[in-house]
């Protein structure tokens, strides 16, 4: 009985600790904007349940070598967000349903007017990866989105795994 309690405490315990984000997912690169190559000003990485589930942003300024971020965000596209995206990250009312979202509050966003985007839907249900048109009729959210403001020359990226 001794040796049963023990085994299932070791069990336990490894369970726990494989749970807790023991390995460094430090990341180099976000959309081709190799992170060592600009300035660092904030990151903040969630994700690390056994799910998978959180959230990871990141602030770079870019303005010291902006022709090679101009060149990374060349295809991307011009502002404002879609609908969806604009409700998904800032939140707000769509057909009398009230989105609370707050993701561009949690990753730092100010509002931007001159910049451009790039979105990728990482969900499993997704069609074209492009595309936020189903974006707000599913239970879950695994996307990354990226908006780089040309005034400032300052990238944020945000991901989400729910």
Same mark, same amino acid.
């Given at each position: 009985? &001794? ?10 315990? +490894?369970?726990?600790?494989?749970? +807790? #984000?023991?390995?460094?997912?430090? *990341?180099?690169? +976000?959309?081709?904007?190799?992170? =060592?190559?600009?300035?660092? $000003?904030?990151?903040? %990485? ?12 990141? /602030?770079? %300024? +870019?303005?010291? &070598? ?5 060149? /990374?965000? #060349? ?17 707000? &009312? &769509?057909?009398? /349903? ?8 949690? =990753?730092?966003?100010? /509002?931007?007017?001159?910049? $451009?985007?790039?979105? $990728? ?15 707000? %009729? *599913? ?6 989105? =990226? $908006? ?15």
């Amino acid at each position: 009985m &001794k040796y049963i309690k023990l085994l299932l405490s070791l069990v336990l315990l +490894c369970s726990m600790l494989s749970s +807790c #984000g023991l390995q460094s997912n430090t *990341r180099t690169e +976000c959309f081709g904007f190799n992170i =060592a190559d600009y300035t660092l $000003v904030e990151e903040h %990485d969630t994700h690390g349940s056994f799910l998978g589930d959180g959230s990871y942003y990141l /602030i770079l %300024d +870019c303005s010291e &070598k902006t022709s090679t971020a101009q060149e /990374i965000i #060349g295809n991307w596209k011009p502002l404002p967000l879609t609908e969806n995206l604009q409700l998904v990250m800032y939140g707000g &009312k &769509k057909d009398g /349903i009230d989105y609370g979202y707050s993701f561009a509050e949690e =990753a730092h966003w100010p /509002i931007i007017n001159n910049g $451009v985007y790039k979105f $990728v839907d990482r969900h499993s249900e997704t069609k074209d990866n492009t595309d936020d048109t189903d974006l707000l %009729d *599913r239970h879950s959210f695994n996307f990354s989105i =990226a $908006v780089y403001d040309l005034d400032t020359d300052i990238l944020y990226f945000f991901e989400v795994d729910t």
